[in-house]
């Protein structure tokens, strides 16, 4: 009994709380980024993509999540070797997937003639359109939630660091979301956009990956210069310090400001599309 | 209400629009004419302010279609080429998302909407998917979408385009109509609709205008116009085509179509005689035994003015 007005407290408050959180930001939202929105979320819904995706994930993380759970025997209900150090990988396979239509449907059916000629700044459509799909990424990590209800089920896990957890999972999905954003504004083909985004994001995550960082640690010349690089954009520091409940803000302004970046590459790319 | 100066669009090195300047005020319906490629969508697009202009300037009902984009968007309904859509809304719900785009007010959407489904004759559909749309609903209900707000301007870019004869007459005839409040550019390259719609008409070649006037006077610039076509019977080999040669009203004859007994000719005037032109020929025949079964003077027709004066990508 206990138990269950714990986890109510711990979770369906913060929920409730995002949720009306989330309801006054759609409401003080512009109206034209507002309109964006509902439309794009409505169409995630209408086509069979979203539900495919909302089931490859959820099967891939909790499905996996439960057999790392048996695999590493965890007394102590550990949530981050289990489950939240793998959530990097799905997201480099599922974000592209919910973010590759954005713009590059808009320009294979010719709509974004529309979107741009109506009287809004591009701005709105881009950041509506990307909300939309900041909800579906949102909606995922909230459905992975029978895995919480597990480790407190099984001990007495820190709650406050699978929240955290979902923090820097949020994080790093939402800058995969705005790369992939980013990357769908330069082509047509839903595909291209996805296989191109895969691909940036991976190497994001493997940038700083311990084992590759060590690898390409002793690359000298522009090689060494590219690696460095590669190490700058990498994720994974970033995502397991955050994950593992050490809030720092330097975490907070890299995710930031790789979604930032990225949004404003896709007006880039748009207005260059249409020049 | 549109004013357009010196307007020109290069991609990469192709010059896809080369110095178009025009004004359309309210009231006026202008037709775009044109080879493809000759560069009518490029400067549509230009004015709607989807594409920035490589030179020149755009105003719309006085607002600098650059400068102050977004109110100068807010005046212009506009039907892209294709006529493109959201394949997973209704036409309803379609309507109702680019009403909502260009600000009318919740509690009159539902009024707007049902007036442009009337207006273009959507009401069957309504509940439709647009995946599942013909293609004239299709182009139909992106018409409703550019006509949904009541803009002042609309810029139409191949209006009729896939619809049946019907439905073209209907579009026409609407065109027609809202070009009394409105100011509409539309293009086409159907030249009976820029006689049954357009109260001015503007060609374009290359990306160049080559002729701007009303539908009559540009027909009146075609090569035939004020020629004098002649069906006459009785001949009985008199020589006719020497008789209409030797009058000072004529500068040549034209046989389509000769037998020893008949003859069908275009005539042409000679310079300045074109008003002389009919009666001179028809004086000619007096007292003779032909028998003129039809003396007629050309108007002239915008199809032979417009294969006169552009190159078809053909030739080129
Ligand atoms: N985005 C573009 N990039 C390069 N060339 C273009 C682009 N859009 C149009 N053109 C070229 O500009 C010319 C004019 O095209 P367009 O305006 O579509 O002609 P029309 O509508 O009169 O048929 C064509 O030669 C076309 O190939
Ligand atoms: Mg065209």
């Not at chain 2, 439905?167 to 006689?195: C, P, W, Y």
Request: aromatic content about 10%; some cysteine; glycine content about 8%.
């Amino acid at each position: 009994m206990d138990a269950l007005i714990t986890l109510i407290l711990q979770y369906l408050v913060p929920a409730a709380i995002i949720a009306v959180v989330f309801s006054l930001v759609l409401f003080l939202l512009p109206r034209e980024v507002r309109t964006i929105f509902k439309r794009e979320l409505k169409a995630y819904f209408t086509s069979p993509i979203a539900y495919v995706l909302f089931v490859v994930f959820l099967g891939i993380s909790n499905g996996l999540a439960f057999f790392f759970f048996k695999v590493l025997e965890s007394g102590e209900a550990d949530i981050f070797g289990p489950f939240f150090q793998w959530l990097p990988w799905y997201f480099v396979i599922i974000i592209p997937a919910v973010g590759m239509r954005l713009w590059s449907e808009e320009q294979r059916l010719g709509t974004m003639e529309l979107v741009f000629t109506m009287p809004i700044a591009p701005w709105q459509a881009i950041f509506g359109k990307y909300l939309a799909a900041a909800v579906i990424v949102f909606l995922m990590l909230v459905l992975t939630c029978p895995i919480v209800w597990t480790v407190n089920y099984l001990g007495n896990p820190d709650n406050g660091v699978i929240f955290s957890g979902y923090v820097a999972s949020l994080m790093l999905a939402l800058s995969f979301l705005a790369v992939t954003s980013a990357v769908s504004a330069f082509t047509r083909s839903q595909i291209v956009a996805y296989l191109i985004s895969l691909v940036i994001a991976l190497v994001m995550v493997l940038g700083s990956f311990p084992d590759v960082v060590d690898l390409t640690m002793n690359i000298s010349g522009i090689g060494g210069f590219l690696a460095g690089l590669i190490n700058k954009i990498g994720v994974w520091l970033h995502f397991s310090e955050m994950a593992k409940g050490n809030f720092q803000i330097r975490d907070f302004v890299f995710f930031l400001s790789i979604i930032g970046f990225s949004l404003f590459a896709t007006a880039v790319a748009l207005r260059v599309k249409r020049s | 209400m549109i004013e357009v100066e010196n307007l020109r669009k290069q991609f990469g090195t192709k010059v896809a629009v080369d110095g178009i300047s025009f004004t359309v005020k309210k009231g006026e319906v202008l037709g775009f004419l044109g080879p493809n490629g000759a560069g009518k969508s490029t400067t549509m697009r230009m004015v709607t302010g989807y594409l920035p202009p490589t030179a020149g300037v755009i105003t719309v009902g006085g607002e600098n279609i650059e400068t102050n984009e977004i109110s100068a968007k807010s005046k212009i309904g506009y039907l892209p080429e294709n006529a493109p859509l959201y394949s997973d809304m209704t036409v309803e719900g379609f309507l109702k998302f680019c009403g909502e785009m260009r600000g009318i007010r919740p509690k009159d959407l539902k009024a707007a909407v049902n007036k442009a489904i009337d207006t273009c004759f959507l009401d069957k559909v309504r509940h439709q998917s647009v995946e599942t749309l013909s293609k004239g609903f299709r182009h139909r209900t992106c018409f409703a979408q550019s006509i949904i707000h009541d803009p002042e301007v609309l810029i139409l870019d191949e209006p009729t385009d896939g619809l049946d004869p019907n439905q073209k007459h209907e579009v026409r005839n609407l065109i027609k109509r809202m070009g009394e409040t409105k100011a509409i550019i539309f293009s086409t390259h159907i030249l009976e609709e820029v006689d049954a719609s357009c109260s001015r008409a503007i060609i374009i070649d290359r990306g160049a205008i080559i002729a701007d006037g009303t539908p009559d006077e540009l027909k009146s610039r075609s090569k035939n116009a004020g020629a004098v076509m002649l069906r006459a019977r009785g001949l009985a080999g008199s020589g006719i085509e020497g008789e209409l040669n030797k009058l000072g009203e004529v500068s040549s004859v034209e046989v389509l179509d000769s037998t020893d007994d008949s003859i069908r000719a275009r005539i042409r005037a000679a310079k300045g005689k074109a008003d002389q032109l009919s009666s001179a020929i028809y004086q000619m025949t007096e007292g003779k035994k032909i028998v003129i079964d039809e003396l007629r003077v050309e108007e002239g027709r915008l199809d032979e003015l417009f294969r006169e004066i552009t190159k078809s990508d053909m030739e080129d």
